[in-house]
């Protein structure tokens, strides 16, 4: 379902998530962990933020992201991220579990740039039980705001 409108999409069921987590490998401290289960919970109007940063994110580190951990091994088709952030960048990746750095996810299965506002990633159907949404930009503001971010396929 689209979760502005509540209509059916033809990426499949959405995914029971059982745990979100920020990824910040190259961090000192995360990205706002106790804001990590805003983003499935069924309201848009709270959200995670990343941390606000001064300069371009690609001048500190390569990004920033939030691992989304599946309750069964799934096929996952899409990855909806609900925002109204302006000029963000993406990655997803889909991993059989959570890696503690960007090299242990394998390759991306999805990407956008110059993104503004919602987007919805097609992934294509890859296995797993762990979801990577890489911010490689957090957006024009210097801080990503992601309101939902729903994962869609088939479990297994």
């Known amino acids: 379902r689209d979760l502005f409108s509540g209509t059916p999409l033809g990426g499949g069921d959405p995914l029971d998530v059982i745990a979100v987590t920020d990824f910040d490998p190259l961090g000192r401290g995360g ?4 804001l990590t289960a805003n983003v499935d919970d ?7 933020t990343s ?5 371009e994110l690609s001048a500190i580190k390569p990004g920033v992201g939030l691992v989304l951990t599946l309750g069964s091994p799934s096929s996952v088709s899409e990855v909806e991220v609900v ?3 302006a000029g963000w960048a993406a990655e997803v990746y889909v991993a059989e579990s959570p890696a503690p750095d960007l090299a242990g996810w394998g390759p ?3 990407s ?3 993104l503004s506002g919602s987007h919805t990633f097609d992934v294509d159907g890859a296995d797993g039980t ?5 911010l490689t930009d957090v ?9 939902e971010v729903e994962v869609r396929g088939d479990a297994r």
């Open 31 to 34: 990205e706002h962990p106790e």
């Open 42 to 48: 069924g309201d848009p109007a709270t959200a995670w």
């Open 51 to 55: 941390e606000q940063y001064r300069s």
């Open 83 to 85: 925002t109204e952030t």
């Open 108 to 110: 991306a299965r999805a």
């Open 112 to 114: 956008g740039s110059a």
């Open 130 to 134: 762990a979801v990577l949404l890489w």
């Open 139 to 147: 957006g024009d503001s210097g801080r990503a705001v992601l309101g």
